[in-house]
């Protein structure tokens, strides 16, 4: 059964916790700030972004990689957008 704070309370967990120190910064704030305001097919979407791994997410969210996935494309759009804040 799914359990939407548990999920939640795990992926912020996994975010914090990448491998990389950027990464972890990244994606730790991003995953505190937004991820109790995505809908569960989002959610789902971005446990799929933390499983490609750390070093692909940093070559997404610098530009360096394009993803062909529009629901990738979203969350490293918002990603992007709160790294600018």
Do not use: C
């Not at 499983?51 to 530009?63: F, H, M, T, V, Y």
């Amino acid at each position: 059964m799914y359990n939407r704070t548990v999920f939640i309370k795990k992926l912020i967990y996994r975010s914090k916790y990448t491998g990389t120190r950027e990464t972890d910064i990244l994606l730790g704030n991003f995953a505190d700030n937004h991820l109790e305001n995505l809908d569960d097919d989002d959610l789902f979407a971005y446990q799929d972004l933390l499983n490609s791994g750390d070093p692909r997410i940093w070559r997404l969210s610098i530009d360096i990689e394009k993803s062909k996935s529009h629901k990738e494309n979203f969350l490293i759009d918002l990603i992007k957008e709160f790294k600018g804040h």
